[in-house]
T-cell receptor, first 106, second 114 residues
Framework: KNEVEQSPQNLTAQEGEFITINCSYSVGISALHWLQQHPGGGIVSLFMLSSGKKKHGRLIATINIQEKHSSLHITASHPRDSAVYICAGSQGNLIFGKGTKLSVKP | EAQVTQNPRYLITVTGKKLTVTCSQN?????MSWYRQDPGLGLRQIYY???????DKGDVPEGYKVSRKEKRNFPLILESPSPNQTSLYFC?????????????FGSGTRLTVV
């Protein structure tokens, strides 16, 4: 069993839909990172959370430390949100989930 | 602009021919790391460095070397590349020795070993 699990693995949505990607972890971490990787490869750091909730534009990330669970929400999704979203736990080094491939159709 | 610069972006090479992928950051970050990304396996750490002259193995270090002679540079060396090292490679950096800093990633290097 992976130490960081993401679901779903693949997600297809219609433009405008509210999207949720989930991340569960089984190890102690000091922070949880959400990363975005567009086709073409580059990785961008979206959020780093150690508690509570953070918001940036249409993206919201939450974490529940007791339940060892984090969610990434995208409101009013757009085709440009199509990407792979990766969560990673920070334990000195990063422990990565396998990623969620999101495709938003116009 | 604060960034991590990797070169080259794309590289096709032959088995056994030594190569170096460079990584440089302009943010004075102490921590730097190399990852490889493979379909179905996700991102895996190869080597990391907590500061100048301090390097350590990650999860998949076999076949790779690194050095950290200066704070800004962290090259990845493949002494004798093999086809199973065909992958997408990322360098990343973050400030400090604390675990709660955000990471900055390079744009990636797509390596093909034939």
């Amino acid at each position: 069993k992976n130490e960081v699990e993401q679901s779903p693995q693949n997600l297809t949505a219609q433009e405008g839909e509210f999207i949720t990607i989930n991340c569960s972890y089984s190890v102690g971490i000091s922070a949880l990172h959400w990363l975005q990787q567009h086709p073409g490869g580059g990785i961008v750091s979206l959020f780093m959370l150690s508690s509570g909730k953070k918001k940036h534009g249409r993206l919201i990330a939450t974490i529940n430390i007791q339940e060892k669970h984090s969610s990434l929400h995208i409101t009013a999704s757009h085709p440009r949100d199509s990407a792979v979203y990766i969560c990673a736990g920070s334990q000195g080094n990063l422990i990565f989930g396998k990623g969620t491939k999101l495709s938003v159709k116009p | 602009e604060a960034q991590v610069t990797q070169n080259p972006r794309y590289l096709i090479t032959v088995t056994g021919k030594k190569l170096t992928v460079t990584c440089s950051q302009n943010m004075n970050h102490e921590y730097m790391s190399w990852y490889r990304q493979d379909p179905g396996l996700g991102l895996r750490q190869i080597y990391y460095s907590m500061n100048v002259e301090v390097t350590d193995k990650g999860d998949v270090p076999e076949g790779y070397k690194v050095s950290r002679k200066e704070k800004r540079n962290f090259p990845l060396i493949l002494e004798s590349p093999s086809p199973n090292q065909t992958s997408l490679y990322f360098c990343a950096s973050r400030p400090g020795s604390s675990f709660v800093y955000g990471y900055t990633f390079g744009s990636g290097t797509r390596l093909t070993v034939v």
